[in-house]
């Protein structure tokens, strides 16, 4: 017996046959957390991995689409491809006859004035 302070602790010998021992389903249970821990990290780094692609994508085609945006844009002001060119500038000689005609004198002409005279 120890005394501590006006009370007094007893302590019994250890008896060697009440040993402690892991329980035989102790190492089923260790593997099968493990699993679940290894199954939990593998989700949260596929879910890290599908957050890059997604953001890595959608970077590199808002990129993409700038560029593009701004190439096609500039092809067309410019007017070097045939098929933009002859649209572009039909369109706009469209919209200067419209204008030069619309912007006339209202009078009307005899047309006889305008045919030559015979000598």
Known sequence: MRSKGGKTIKLNPVDEDH????????ANLEALMDQK?????IKSERAAA???AA???GVSGLAM???????VT???????APIWRENV??????DEARD?????????RDPAQDRPTAP
């Not at 689409?65 to 190439?71: Q, R």
């Not at 500038?89 to 469209?94: R, V």
């Not at 030069?100 to 009307?108: E, H, Y």
């Open 37 to 41: 821990l290894f199954a939990q990290r």
């Open 100 to 108: 030069t005609v619309n912007n006339r004198d209202p009078v009307l």
């Open 89 to 94: 500038i039909a369109g706009a000689a469209m």
């Open 55 to 57: 953001s890595l994508w």
């Open 50 to 52: 599908y957050w890059f």
């Open 19 to 26: 040993q402690v021992h892991n329980h035989p389903a102790r």
């Open 74 to 80: 500039l092809m067309v002001q410019t007017g070097s």
């Open 65 to 71: 689409g700038a560029i593009l945006g701004v190439f």
